[in-house]
């Protein structure tokens, strides 16, 4: 096992992270403000309202993108456990 080998591994690991982590934050991060938006423009200061707009936003993100990510996370894994055979020297 290189040191190349390694970092070319944290490397794709972290990428594969933000790949997949990417939509479900962006969606959640557009929920939160439009709601806080709402929230200032009303003057209603109520802390829970935020949380049932963000779940159905995410569960919707991960019901319309959740095989892709499957996918993503399944190749990933694949090329990892095929490339062990080739680390022990």
Request: net charge negative; glycine share 6%.
């Given at each position: 096992m290189t040191e190349s080998y390694v970092l070319s591994l944290?490397?794709?690991?972290?990428?594969?992270?933000l790949l997949l982590a990417g939509p479900v934050l962006l969606v959640s991060l557009l929920?939160?403000?439009?709601?806080?938006?709402?929230?200032?423009?009303?003057?209603?200061?109520?802390?829970?309202?935020?949380?049932?707009?963000?779940?159905?936003?995410?569960?919707?993100?991960?019901?319309?993108?959740?095989?892709?990510?499957?996918?993503?996370?399944l190749v990933f894994t694949t090329n990892l456990f095929n490339s062990l055979p080739g680390l022990a020297h």
């Open positions: 944290a490397q794709d690991a972290v990428s594969i992270t929920i939160g403000s439009l709601v806080s938006l709402v929230q200032a423009a009303t003057s209603i200061n109520e802390a829970t309202m935020t949380f049932v707009p963000k779940i159905i936003g995410i569960v919707a993100v991960l019901l319309l993108l959740g095989s892709w990510m499957l996918q993503q996370i």
